[in-house]
């Protein structure tokens, strides 16, 4: 099923790189949001933007970087600022001015740090 | 400060019997309430949403301004209804705020 994908599924990295999770939305959606799934602690928003070259941090940002050159993509790098990077990300996204204020979720990437 | 809480962390049940998840929240204004599932190797989908009042798949949850609550409830649980459920509020800039998450384990 289509919508929102995120790549890779599965993404390794040693202490001190840096990696980019990808995702791609083709629902024409004005926001795209970053959470961060840890057990036991629920989701966390990392980044999010509302518009096209616009974005804003959001709980946990630090170690984090976002982009948001094109309105389908919203890549998240993690930086090796990142003191705990290994856990399960999800991208979602949502429509601009519906009151209905719902979020459709990619199938997440799950990173781990060697 | 806004915030969700979802005080079980790990809830099991037989198949048949109710089940409630319990959701509390702390909002200064009107909040707007969701109930989010993820079955297992799925994505995390909405369930309902409290504006719409409705039921899915056998679900149901009240808004409680008083007790500031929202539990999601079924009378009969079933198996495959086993899964994570988030419980999240959306506050007024669009974003959600997840509580922690309760595992639902519906055995046969």
């Known amino acids: 099923d289509g919508g929102i994908t995120q790549s890779p599924k599965y993404l390794f990295r040693k202490e001190g790189q840096n990696v980019t999770l990808s995702c791609e939305q083709n629902?024409?959606?004005?926001?795209m949001y970053w959470y961060r799934q840890d057990p036991g602690q629920g989701l966390r928003l990392i980044y999010y933007s509302q518009i096209v070259n616009d974005f804003q941090k959001g709980d946990i940002a630090e170690g984090y970087s976002v982009s948001r050159e094109k309105k389908e993509s919203f890549p998240l790098t993690v930086t090796s600022a990142q003191k705990n990077p290994t856990a399960f990300y999800l991208c979602?996204?949502?429509?601009?001015?519906?009151?209905?204020?719902?979020?459709?979720f990619g199938p997440g990437t799950r990173l781990t740090v060697l | 400060a806004q915030r969700v809480t979802q005080p079980e962390k790990l809830l099991s049940v037989f198949k048949g019997a109710p089940v409630e998840l319990k959701c509390n929240y702390s909002?200064?204004?009107?909040?707007?309430l969701f109930w989010y599932v993820q079955y297992s190797r799925q994505r995390l989908q909405l369930l309902l949403r409290h504006i719409s009042r409705e039921s899915i798949k056998g679900f149901t949850a009240d808004l409680n301004k008083g007790e500031t609550s929202f539990h999601l409830k079924k009378p009969f649980a079933q198996e495959e209804d086993s899964a994570m459920y988030y419980c999240?509020?959306?506050?007024?800039?669009?974003?959600?705020?997840f509580g922690q998450g309760t595992e639902l384990s519906v055995k046969p």
């Open positions: 979602a996204s949502k429509t601009s001015g519906s009151f209905l204020n719902e979020q459709f």
């Open positions: 629902l024409n959606h004005d926001a």
């Open positions: 909002y200064s204004g009107s909040p707007e």
């Open positions: 999240a509020l959306t506050d007024q800039g669009g974003k959600l705020i």
